[in-house]
Structure formats: structure tokens, C-alpha cells
């Protein structure tokens, strides 16, 4: 059997979503171009050919913000055994991945390199007060975001993250509520760790947990 389609996963950066994208060899009839949308709108990657023959795979990277281009044979496309993958030219990093549906997954899902491991590739190390604290509640952050739990109490999942040396903000832009998540404390990571949702409010967050209760911050 002959391969005619391939899954992308890649990081969206509006979102900050991981999005699994189809692609079909029959997407291109009658067109050299298909342009990739997130679940939440946001156009992150646009693949061109030339007879289909070879692939240019434009896609906007969530680490460095910019615009990366890989050039990919027809075999590379729809035959690879093993995932290519989308680096950012910048730091080097994966921010994502193109081939099977399954060996894609997998990939994500045995990814070797921690968040801790990018901050410190990076230098953001010795920013923080207490850089393990710091990564253990981004990453639980990120873990609720990737199942969607992290919203405004306004409706929006758009919600925007800025790092501090102790806390991580976030802030919804559509109604300006914002609220801290303390990160530099071990008790911190109890309470981001206890935590199935985050919801955004006027007042701060709702800490949403398994025993039904809430408690703001």
C-alpha cells in the first residue's frame, strides 16, 4: 500500500495548543498550496508543491515567533518511517512534527527534552527564585491547558502568560481580567498539582479541583 496522507503536530502560537493536522496527497488537486488551521482559527502552517513532487512546509514557530521553511521530498512527505522533524532555526529546539499518526504520537509523547531542559538551553535559569519550583508549575499549567481546562470566565481560551522571577501571570485581553499563579514556594506546586481547571476571573483564579472545591487567588 502506497502512503497518501500524513499527520503534522505542532505547537500553535496563538493558542499554545499541540495540533494533530491531516494531510492528503488529494488535498492538492487542482491546488499547489494548503494552508493548516489550529482548532482555534489561528493558519500556522502552509505547505506548497511543485508537482507534487517537492514539499515546502512554512510553518510559524511558538518558540521564537517567527517563520520557518523546510524543504521535503514526496517520500520524505507520505513514506517516512521515522517523523520528521520541525525545528526553529533559532534555538535549535522541536516545536513539532511531520509522518504517521501513531509514530507522531509517540514522538510527542516521548519527547526528551523537559521543560526545564529548554528554560536552561535558553538561560533562563538563574532568572527565577526558585527555578525547580518554576518549572513544576509551568508544567502543570501547560498539562491543564493541553486539555483545554485553562479559560477565562469570560468564554475566551486565548489567554495570554507572561514569567515573572516568582509567578507566573496570565491575562485575558477580550475582558482584561488577569490573576498570579505563585511559583516560588514548594507549597506552590501542591496547589497548581491538586488542580483539574483554571478559571480566569475579575478576582483572580478559580482553582478548580477533583473535590469539588474551589479556592481563589
Request: with cysteine; hydrophobic share 35%.
Amino acid at each position: 500500500m502506497i502512503p497518501t496522507s500524513t499527520v503534522i503536530a505542532i505547537r500553535c502560537y496563538e493558542c499554545g495548543k499541540m495540533e494533530y493536522m491531516s494531510v492528503s496527497l488529494f488535498s492538492f488537486s487542482g491546488s499547489n498550496n494548503v494552508t493548516l488551521k489550529c482548532s482555534c482559527g489561528y493558519e500556522i502552517v502552509k505547505i506548497t508543491t511543485k508537482k507534487r513532487r517537492d514539499f515546502w512546509i512554512q510553518y510559524i514557530c511558538a518558540m521564537c515567533e517567527g517563520r520557518h521553511l523546510l524543504k521535503v521530498t514526496r517520500s520524505q512527505m507520505w513514506a517516512n518511517e521515522i517523523p520528521l522533524d520541525l525545528l526553529c532555526d533559532e534555538t535549535g529546539i522541536e516545536v513539532g512534527y511531520l509522518g504517521s499518526r501513531e509514530k507522531v504520537k509517540e514522538k510527542v509523547k516521548n519527547q526528551d527534552q523537559s521543560l526545564a531542559e529548554m528554560a536552561d538551553k535558553l538561560g533562563f535559569t538563574e532568572f527565577f527564585n526558585n527555578s525547580s519550583v518554576m518549572y513544576e508549575v509551568l508544567e502543570h499549567v501547560y498539562d491543564i491547558a493541553e486539555r483545554g481546562k485553562l479559560y477565562c470566565n469570560c468564554g475566551n481560551q486565548d489567554i495570554e502568560v507572561e514569567i515573572y522571577p516568582e509567578y507566573i501571570e496570565l491575562s485575558c485581553e477580550k475582558c482584561k481580567a488577569s490573576g498570579k499563579i505563585m511559583a516560588d514556594k514548594e507549597e506552590d506546586i501542591q496547589v497548581v498539582k491538586k488542580a483539574w481547571e483554571l478559571k480566569l476571573t475579575r478576582n483572580g483564579f478559580l482553582f478548580n479541583k477533583t473535590e469539588d472545591y474551589n479556592r481563589k487567588y
